[in-house]
């Protein structure tokens, strides 16, 4: 363990370092399309098996321009957006309340455990014959999917909190709501926001398979419509569009993290 100096961050080796890293991501970008135009040559498969880059450019220009792909996207984003709040903030409480009572941890253990064992995929379709094929069965899907790992996260983090930080606030007579805040929040904090970061990228996981099994709008859709119409160009747009939507999702949830820990300098080397 280190302290980070301003003279490492003004060393030029370590900056140079720092730059490649961001480009990193860029060159895997083009060495993965450069691999993927190298079969579509090679192989000399249909476009309806494996199209090129470029008739997936066109496909994703011409539903941008008809407003196909932004009508499905932000239906797909609200049932992420909301699936995830709501996931976490439920597991957040049970997690809590959960921390504070053993007795009722070990007693809701078999059907926490219970209902991981079972895929969403699985319960996907009863959850959506249940409540229908709106807005909210995919919400309720992409909930769950959040559930149990943020709930996982915030046991473990309470259980990280020092003894004897919790035995300092009580000798100063410190409230339930006073400890939860400046103590078991801050301690738990790193962890607590590990598992967001988890929990933002299996709400697509879930998103998409409450679109898949019934839907008449979102990226889902556009893969069930693409495949029936052998369009597979389509398909990869639904795709990478799930992808940019993870990738933008744990990018926010990294950006949070790094402004609520600001306040940590230690870093490892």
């Known amino acids: 363990m280190a302290i980070r100096t301003k003279t490492d961050r003004?060393?030029?080796f370590l900056q140079k370092v720092t730059q490649q890293r961001w480009l990193l991501p860029l060159v895997s970008l083009f060495l993965f399309l450069g691999i993927w135009q190298l079969l579509y040559t090679l192989l000399?498969?249909?476009?309806?098996?494996?199209?090129?880059p470029a008739m997936v450019w066109t496909k994703f220009l011409e539903v941008f321009r008809n407003g196909i792909w932004w009508h499905n996207t932000s239906y797909t984003l609200l049932e992420l957006a909301l699936g995830l709040f709501f996931g976490s903030v439920i597991a957040s409480i049970l997690g809590y309340i959960l921390s504070k009572t053993p007795v009722l941890e070990k007693l809701a253990s078999p059907f926490l455990v219970g209902s991981q064992s079972v895929p969403v995929v699985a319960i996907a379709p009863l959850i959506i014959i249940w409540f229908g094929p709106g807005l909210f069965s995919k919400v309720l899907i992409c909930a769950l999917t959040v559930f149990f790992p943020v709930l996982v996260n915030v046991l473990?983090?309470?259980?990280q909190v020092s003894q004897d930080l919790r035995e300092l606030m009580d000798s100063f007579k410190a409230s339930k709501w006073q400890i939860l805040r400046h103590l078991e929040i801050p301690a738990s904090?790193?962890?607590?926001?590990?598992?967001?970061?988890?929990?933002?990228?299996?709400?697509?996981?879930?998103?998409?398979?409450?679109?898949?099994?019934?839907s008449d709008r979102g990226l889902g859709y556009l893969i069930n419509l693409g495949r029936g119409q052998y369009d597979t160009a389509l398909v990869f747009v639904a795709v990478f569009s799930l992808i940019f939507l993870a990738a933008s999702l744990y990018s926010i949830v990294l950006f949070l993290e790094r402004r609520a820990l600001k306040w940590q300098t230690w870093q490892e080397t």
Do not use: C, H, W, Y
């Open 189 to 214: 904090l790193p962890i607590l926001l590990g598992g967001l970061r988890v929990g933002a990228t299996l709400s697509v996981i879930g998103a998409i398979v409450g679109e898949l099994v019934g």
């Open 156 to 159: 473990v983090g309470m259980r």
């Open 44 to 52: 000399g498969l249909p476009a309806f098996i494996l199209p090129s």
């Open 10 to 12: 003004e060393n030029p």
